[in-house]
């Protein structure tokens, strides 16, 4: 990794080519995430603070690039959203090259219609993978990594990720209780297309009894094996916290197959945790009950951590634009923000650590 943009804050920012101030795309795209609007708030703020710098909010993501139509971005206009939830900008699954689209020259057309000298667009592996593919069509990009999911190469934590695990934990705080006075199984889903991060961190932080992860496809016989044990040892409830992405050992399980895909091709999730519970309770005997987290777990304001690191991005994001760092993503490393090259960032998703995920095991049961 090499650093990111590295004057203070109030250093002041280059001038774009030809010594004139430039003006700068944005836009969020994927699935909403708190802290989105952090990121739209701290580029705007870095990049006025000289004075010669003006913003352009595309809406809806890679559609509102598409479509042409954009929102005028002001200190006036990006005033009070910190907390907020959401994007101001909206955001949508829209791929540019879907179906063999020109998305390079559709952009192109875009940019010189408003005017836009560099684009920062805020996503995950979908979304920066067209700006990547941009980039290399030279197109001035700097990426802003955002996903709950936290699976994205390159950067050590996404925002969004801390506050979709407070919620997820608080979740099993309180299913603790009418699973105790119940006596029963509560099976809850969370998210996690390729990868059990915040599966892994909830499961940990409630004190769950069993943790189901895409990465270590899991054999039914021994879920079912393992709960039987804690009844029999006067155990009366249990909490079994799965992953959307979490799949059974080949020939273990029957799970339904969704043929639904979205523009990038990736099947739509969701389900394992009411197929578990229907195993579950025939397989044991145990009265079980499903909570699917879906969507609320997106929702809302986001935790201080998210906020903070959010606003981190965006600040180093508008500096590396000033600076012409293109075709780079700004990432958390330790404690600090670098940059690195979005090709490097997208090369491999960033999957559950197999320590973390072997000190939860200690508590399971």
């Known amino acids: 990794m090499t650093p990111a943009a590295a004057p203070l804050p109030d250093a002041p920012l280059p001038d774009a080519p030809g010594g004139r101030g430039a003006r700068i795309g ?123 999911d936290n699976d994205l190469g390159g950067t050590d934590v996404t925002f969004g990720f801390q506050t979709a695990v407070q919620i997820a934990t608080d979740a099993i705080d309180r299913l603790h209780t009418t699973a105790e006075s119940h006596n029963r199984v509560m099976v809850v889903e969370v998210m996690g ?35 039987r044990r804690r009844h029999a040892s006067g155990r009366s409830f249990s909490i079994v916290v799965v992953a ?31 197929t578990l519970e229907g195993e579950i309770e025939l397989r044991t005997g145990f009265e079980s009950r499903v909570t699917i987290l879906g969507h609320v777990q997106r929702g809302g304001t986001p935790v201080a951590f998210d906020r903070v690191l959010a606003t981190r991005f965006g600040v180093a994001a508008m500096e590396a634009v000033a600076r012409e760092r293109f075709g780079t993503m700004v990432a958390l490393s330790g404690t600090d923000i670098v940059g690195v090259e979005l090709e490097e960032a997208l090369r491999e998703p960033k999957l559950l650590d197999p320590e973390l995920y072997e000190t939860a095991e200690l508590f399971f049961g």
């Open 26 to 148: 944005l836009l969020t795209g994927g699935g909403d995430c708190p802290g989105l609007n952090a990121v739209i708030r701290a580029v705007v703020r870095r990049g006025l603070a000289d004075g010669r710098y003006s913003f352009v909010g595309f809406l809806h993501g890679w559609a509102g690039v598409l479509e042409n139509q954009a929102i005028e971005l002001t200190r006036q206009s990006t005033a009070g959203i910190l907390p907020r939830g959401g994007t101001i900008l909206g955001t949508s699954r829209t791929n540019p090259y879907a179906g063999g689209s020109d998305g390079t020259a559709a952009v192109r057309r875009t940019l010189s219609d408003r005017g836009v000298d560099a684009l920062i667009p805020i996503g995950g592996e979908d979304t920066l993978g067209v700006a990547l593919r941009l980039h290399r069509d030279g197109i001035p990009i700097v990426g802003v990594p955002k996903t709950i």
């Open 244 to 274: 959307e992405g979490a799949a059974p050992r080949e020939g273990t399980m029957q799970t339904h197959e969704d043929t639904e895909t979205d523009a990038f091709g990736h099947p739509r999730l969701g389900g394992i945790g009411v």
């Open 193 to 227: 297309r390729h990868a059990g991060w915040i599966a892994t961190h909830a499961g940990l932080a409630g004190g769950a009894d069993a943790i189901l992860v895409p990465e270590r496809p899991f054999d039914i016989d021994e879920v079912v094996a393992h709960l």
